[in-house]
């Protein structure tokens, strides 16, 4: 397993582009982050302090960094599809195989790899999440510190779904532009699904039901906006903007069962080809 | 002998078209082997299906004694296919290191092979930069780092200048000379005459020949002859069983013999019957014309 991961990595961290992009969607989100807690004054006519607003504190930033630190999977997702649009524009994936590399360790190498980057997104969000928090947070007794870190889960699960989901178009395209261009047609066809549930229902809360099974809608689905939940605790009072926010243990098994059927088809598909 | 790679009734078919049709043969450890064949005969889809990048339609292989899964043996094989295929945003070593891990090989055999092929002075260059005979050269490096049981080469000199082709040979030969196994796809007849001791012949996805170089074609030679007096030699040419086939081109005849006949033999004979000859040579067919006449008999 360290084989396929070091494998992968060589390649990636070789290439120019794939490095700078890596390191964008590392250090990006973490700097808007560390910008956002940070005190900014307006030519003296006022300051922002988003520490302010309460959203720094135990235990919402679990949920509001994860949920915008997500936007940022779009550069890695750029990663992903060129990891394997250059292997095939290169004819490296034919050769790699002729050397001894199985068709499994080759789709393995590239998860293993999608596994990886989740799992070191997860932590350095997570850190830089806890520490903010730490200074910012009212509240900073362990129990509340920890609770609903289950956002870290969900956000690790969503990176590992939505780069699975890449990986499959890449491998289906073949072509980088054309798998980002296929995330798009995806976006689309899950709302003609949606109308047609609704037509066919007459509901929307049963369509967005029926959506919510989806690849990208139950990956978005995964991590709530925020926004609305930062508004309830500006006003308790109105209790009718209430919506469930919390991370379900179903929401995860359906992006993780996405993420093993993308797997599964890509490697499939790459059996099935001839190069 | 050990064999190598065992091909039986291999079938692979690319929707109507067969590009490989029921083919079967064997390899050995120690010869060099030639896969000859027109452009689009199958040899690449060959070579492809028994390297693991292209599924079979029917028909079975195996590597050495059948106990090895391709995967494993793959990583005793060394072998490159028609383009040098590696990473250009990477130097020669980097590409090679990643080979190395692939392999399961020490990274300390990357000079050793870089050396052999003339590329050390190279290494830390980016594989972009190189040349198409050196990308070549860097291939056979690669498919060298195992110390393979075999090399197999799929049209190695494709598009080099002479140069580069000669370098190519220079090295099979070495490689060859240690005793590594190797097989060679080309179309390119001398270059399969120069280098192999056995060869298999295809077209159109058939197997027309497979045997050693030497024994393709029965042959017993044929002469080309010259003399002032041709229209009597070609009577007595026609009359005598010794001789099958006979071609004229102005001056020159071609006479192609049935059963062995030494050119001193032909020459007293002639002198014997007053026929004076200006101009003698024994030849055999080279590969080339073997390989025309064995192609242009099956289309009959």
Redesign the interface.
């Known amino acids: 397993m360290l ?1 396929l991961v ?2 992968e990595l ?2 990636l961290w ?3 582009v794939s490095r700078i992009l890596i390191f964008v969607s590392f250090i990006l989100p973490f700097t808007v982050l560390v910008l956002s807690s940070i005190k900014i004054n307006f030519f003296g006519f006022f300051t922002l302090e988003l520490g302010e607003l309460g959203i720094f504190n135990f235990p919402i930033i679990w949920h509001i960094t994860t949920f915008f630190a997500s936007y940022f999977k779009f550069f890695f997702a750029i990663v992903v599809v060129s990891m394997i649009g ?1 292997e095939y524009s ?3 994936l ?10 499994k360790e080759f789709i393995l190498s590239k998860f293993y790899t999608i596994v990886f980057f989740s799992i070191c997104a997860t932590l350095l969000i997570g850190l830089a999440s806890f520490f903010i928090g730490l200074y910012y947070s009212s509240y900073t007794e362990v129990s509340i510190i920890f609770r609903e870190v289950e956002f870290l889960l969900a956000y690790f699960v969503k990176l590992v779904g939505f780069f699975s989901l890449c990986l499959f178009f890449g491998m289906l395209l073949k072509r980088s532009a054309f798998a980002l261009g296929f995330l798009f047609v995806l976006y689309i066809f899950e709302w003609l699904i949606f109308w047609g549930a609704y037509e066919a229902l007459g509901s929307g809360d049963l369509a967005f039901k029926v959506k919510n099974y989806l690849p990208l809608e139950s990956m978005y689905k995964l991590i709530d906006q925020p926004i609305q939940r930062i508004v309830m605790t500006k006003f308790p009072e109105k209790t009718d903007i209430a919506y469930d926010y919390a991370v379900h243990w179903y929401e995860i098994v359906i992006v993780l069962g996405w993420s093993a059927l993308f797997i599964f088809l890509s490697y499939r598909l790459l ?2 080809r ?2 | 002998m050990e064999p190598i790679l065992t091909i039986n009734n291999l079938t692979k078919k ?1 929707g109507y078209l067969t590009a490989v049709k029921d083919l079967s043969f064997t390899i050995n450890k120690g010869n060099v082997y030639g896969i000859l064949g027109p452009n689009g005969s199958g040899k690449s889809t060959t070579l ?1 299906i028994v ?5 079979k339609t029917s028909g079975d292989f195996h590597w050495f004694d059948g106990n090895t899964t391709t ?1 494993d043996a ?2 005793q ?1 060394g ?1 490159i ?1 028609e ?1 040098p ?6 130097t020669a070593a ?1 590409n090679l ?3 190395c ?4 090989v020490d990274h300390s055999k990357i000079d050793e092979k870089l050396d052999v092929v003339g590329l050390l002075d190279r290494k830390n260059h980016k594989f972009k930069t190189y040349s198409l005979g050196m990308k070549q050269r860097l291939a056979i490096a ?1 498919a060298l780092l195992n110390d393979p049981e075999i090399l197999i080469l799929d049209e190695p000199t494709n598009g080099l200048d002479p140069q580069g082709i000669h370098q190519i040979r220079q090295i099979i030969k070495e490689i060859a000379a240690d005793g590594t196994t190797i097989l060679l796809a080309s179309h390119l007849l001398d270059e399969v005459e120069k280098v192999c001791s056995h060869v298999v012949v295809l077209r159109k996805g058939e197997k027309l020949y497979s045997g050693r170089v030497d024994e393709m074609i029965s042959s017993h030679g044929f002469f080309e002859l010259k003399t002032d007096k041709h229209n009597e030699l070609l009577k007595l040419l026609e009359a005598d069983t010794n001789f099958g086939k006979i071609k004229i081109e102005e001056e020159l005849i071609t006479a192609f013999l049935n059963q062995p006949m030494s050119a001193s033999d032909f020459n007293k004979m002639m002198f014997n019957k007053g026929i004076i000859l200006s101009h003698l040579v024994k030849r055999k067919e080279s590969l080339e014309e073997q390989f025309l006449q064995l192609t242009d008999n099956q289309q009959n």
């Open positions: 084989r070091k494998l060589q390649k070789l290439n120019k250059n290169n004819k490296t034919k050769q790699n195989l002729i050397d001894g590399l199985s068709k059996k099935k001839d190069l | 690319f492809g390297l693991n990048v292209v599924n995967h793959l990583k094989v072998a296919i383009r295929n590696f990473y250009p945003y990477m980097e290191k990643l080979v891990r692939i392999k399961g690669s």
